[in-house]
């Protein structure tokens, strides 16, 4: 993770929208691939052995036992991946459609509509929906997650299809390729660094956004925070809290390997 | 009750949460300006230093709020100063990384010069390179401004001030007629905390930028 640069905000794409300065992405040595994975294990262990020493009233041996905490890390995980693939599935296609010569009139705007909606906070949105169509649960959770996260992958597809050289179009349109070759064999496979990094950032926006699906009733780590919070018990808010932050730096940095994997390889 | 009743009943409520969430984020964007451009001038010459600091911040904006602002309750107990250094790690990634950039995109042959012209060490740093790095550190201020204002939100789980409290209070009664106005008032008041710090940043880099490269 040592040189793991472009993280959370994808900062390769948001650079010309966000001003936010890029820094080139440098081949990552073997021992820093294990870093992570060993810091991550090295917390959980210390978590362990906290826990462990302590002793446990009934209140905390309810929040904390395997079965409870398994299935709300098992919530958290589904909301991430679900969630994920409904933007990428979403946002590509439309990023795509989008940035045909037809929609140029209108491009301009929705970029600037996309900026504007990543400065509204995620809660916001998990909590409009709930208390406007009394929506909650595990699937409001979804689309609550979806409706924000769909930005960052649009705008980053966009940006990514956008930079292409046209020269580079040009040539393979010289070439006899048809329109719809240009698009899958050129003009998406140079975007997809570009691409990639916005659905790194959706999925760490989404993997941190599903710890507040606690407070519409959808599961996930935020119910064992948010039970060691009402019932006052330390013990169980730093566990939730930790394991939350663990879930979070993993998927962070399984996204950064898959970055890295399937990045063309010409690129 | 309309959204507009709602605002005009609560406009002292509202009013004092924007001052809360201002000064909150205000704090916390001048602290990680200040870190932020240190970590950066301390370490844009030196590879190695330079992406470790740039691992580490990244990996601060990783780290979900909701857990972070928890895990600060130890140490910290709950109000404002969780909320302020979480904030300020959060921060630090745009301003350090903005900062590097900014000053490693100096031209060569300007430093060189400078250095000719028998300009030390700490001269060439606060009258040549910082200057015409500037536009590009506001900028990464303004970026971390507005991340902050968001996240900010989130710091009323732990009772920090400002709009998240209407938000989570909304939350906390969903059905009832009251939530929806809650809800709204409060993103309605996050949006206009973000359009003031984004103004602000605008006037703020057109002042202070250098007047040779304006």
């Known amino acids: 993770m040592t040189t793991s640069t472009e993280q ?5 794409a948001t650079a010309p929208e966000m001003g936010m ?7 990552r040595t073997v021992a820093s691939y294990l870093l992570m994975p060993v810091f991550l294990a090295l917390v959980c262990l210390g978590l362990y052995l906290y826990v462990q020493s302590k002793e446990l009233d009934t209140i905390e041996q309810r929040a904390l036992n395997a079965s409870r905490l398994g299935t709300a890390g098992w919530e958290h995980v589904q909301l991430t991946i679900v969630s994920t693939i409904f933007v990428i ?6 990023g795509v459609f989008l940035t045909r010569p037809f929609t140029r009139r209108f491009r301009g705007v929705l970029l600037t509509v996309a900026n504007i909606g990543q400065a509204l906070p995620t809660i916001g949105v998990l909590a409009l929906f709930a208390v406007a169509f009394v929506f909650i649960g595990f699937k409001a959770a979804i689309v609550g997650l979806v409706a924000y996260t769909v930005l960052p992958v649009l705008r980053n597809t966009m940006v990514g299809l956008q930079q292409v050289d046209e020269n580079v179009l040009e040539a393979g349109r010289g070439m006899g390729i048809s329109k719809m070759g240009v698009l899958t064999r050129i003009e998406l496979p140079l975007a997809v660094p570009i691409i990639l990094a916005g659905v790194r950032t959706a999925l760490v926006i989404n993997v941190g956004t599903a710890a507040l699906a606690t407070y519409i009733n959808a599961g996930g780590l935020g119910d064992i925070i948010v039970a060691g919070l009402s019932t006052n018990r330390l013990t169980v808010q730093i566990t939730g809290a930790v394991l939350t932050a663990v879930l979070a730096l993993l998927v962070d940095y399984l996204a950064g390997i898959a970055e890295d994997v399937l990045r063309p390889k010409g690129l | 009750m309309s959204l507009w009743e709602f605002i005009e009943g609560r406009y002292d409520d509202l009013l004092q949460a924007g001052f809360d969430h201002i000064w909150l984020v205000g704090l916390s964007v001048l ?15 030196t590879n190695r230093p330079r992406e470790i600091v740039l691992a ?4 601060f904006l990783t780290v979900p709020s909701f857990a972070l602002f928890v895990l600060l309750i130890p140490p910290l107990g709950i109000g404002a100063p969780p909320v302020i250094l979480a904030l300020t790690m959060y921060g630090l990634l745009p301003v350090v990384r903005n900062t590097i950039t900014g000053l490693r995109e100096v031209d060569p042959s300007i430093v060189e010069s400078a250095k000719g012209m028998g300009l030390g ?15 590009v550190i506001v900028t990464g201020v303004r970026v971390s401004a507005l991340i902050l204002v968001g996240i900010a939100t989130i710091g009323a789980i732990v009772d920090g001030p400002g709009y998240g409290e209407f938000i989570f209070n909304g939350l906390a009664r969903v ?6 106005n809650l809800v709204l008032a409060g993103m309605i008041g996050v949006i206009v905390v973000a359009i003031i710090f984004d103004v602000f940043f605008a006037v703020i880099a057109k002042l202070t930028t250098s007047r040779g490269i304006r």
């Open chain 1, 21 to 27: 300065a890029p820094i080139r992405r440098e081949h």
């Open chain 2, 31 to 45: 602290l990680c300006t200040v870190i932020g451009v240190g970590l950066g001038v301390a370490t844009y010459q």
């Open chain 1, 8 to 12: 959370s905000l994808g900062a390769e």
């Open chain 2, 175 to 180: 059905g009832s007629p009251v939530a929806v």
């Open chain 1, 89 to 94: 599935l979403i946002a590509i296609p439309l």
């Open chain 2, 56 to 59: 580490v911040t990244s990996t």
């Open chain 2, 121 to 135: 060490r700490a001269q060439r740093l606060t009258k040549i390179e910082l200057p015409l790095a500037w536009p």
